[in-house]
């Protein structure tokens, strides 16, 4: 197993007021030495639908004419055993109360990534965790959120580097996109267009998970974490 593992995070619909119900925040876990090759294998399947490697794989583009390459990609990720993802789904954000907790809709967001991550992070490991790039207060965030796992995951503060980076400029990044578009999807209820029905359907009949409800916490390859605010009563984090 690998002394180093990169995470990389992303998200759909965290805004409290962006109209849809369900929030997802996705983490996808890999060896730092299968990063390179991960990568390129993506540049590769890009190269193969005459896609530039350079150019950006997200959900949102997904559509009936691009569907074999996102195929393709998803296929790439349920045939290696080296990446994971797991996600927390909020089904319901208008239920959510942040006054009761003196807590901003940003405090809550980092809260449940601090639920995402706690399960897959082990004390003996050092960690690259890199969130998709937010808004200029995302480093005292993140600082924060370093915190909560250094205290409760009983992690040296020196194993952890939290850092926000720009989804262009990664391919893995761009792949934990996807697999959070897929969940987020589903969680909305969505089937109008074939091409995301498909890659939700695949995801479905490729790990057994429903994506609309919490995974077994062994469950490794996808893990699907559902919140609900009654879970969080009492918990300080």
């Keep these: 197993m690998s002394d180093i593992i990169n995470i990389y995070c992303d998200e759909s619909c965290h805004l409290i007021n962006d109209g849809f119900n369900s929030m997802v925040l996705g983490s996808l876990i890999i060896p730092y030495e299968k990063v390179k090759e991960i990568s390129e294998k993506i540049k590769g399947v890009k190269l193969l639908?005459?896609?530039d490697a350079h150019n950006e794989l997200k959900w949102t583009k997904v559509s009936n004419n691009k569907i074999d390459l996102y195929r393709d990609?998803?296929?790439?990720?349920?045939?290696?055993?080296?990446?994971?993802?797991?996600?927390?789904?909020?089904?319901?954000?208008?239920k959510l109360n942040h006054d009761q907790y003196f807590r901003t809709h940003?405090?809550?967001?980092?809260v449940m990534y601090y639920y995402g991550l706690k399960f897959v992070i082990d004390n003996g490991l050092k960690y690259n965790i890199y969130f998709d790039y937010k808004d200029t207060n995302q480093s005292q965030e993140l600082d924060t959120l370093k915190g909560f796992l250094h205290r409760n995951c009983d992690i040296p503060i020196s194993n952890l580097k939290l850092q926000s980076i720009l989804s262009y400029e990664s391919q893995l990044m761009q792949l934990s996109d996807l697999l959070t578009g897929i969940v987020s999807y589903k969680n909305r209820g969505l089937s109008s267009s074939k091409a995301k029905t498909e890659l939700v359907g695949l995801i479905i009949d490729s790990t057994g998970q429903t994506l609309t409800g919490s995974s077994l916490v062994r469950e490794n390859k996808f893990n699907v974490f559902v919140w609900t605010p009654q879970k969080c009563r009492g918990n300080n984090a």
Aim: glycine share 4%; with cysteine.
């Design 73 to 94: 990609i998803v296929k790439l990720f349920l045939s290696d055993n080296d990446i994971r993802f797991r996600c927390v789904v909020v089904p319901v954000k208008s």
């Design 106 to 110: 940003d405090n809550f967001y980092y």
């Design 49 to 51: 639908h005459g896609m």
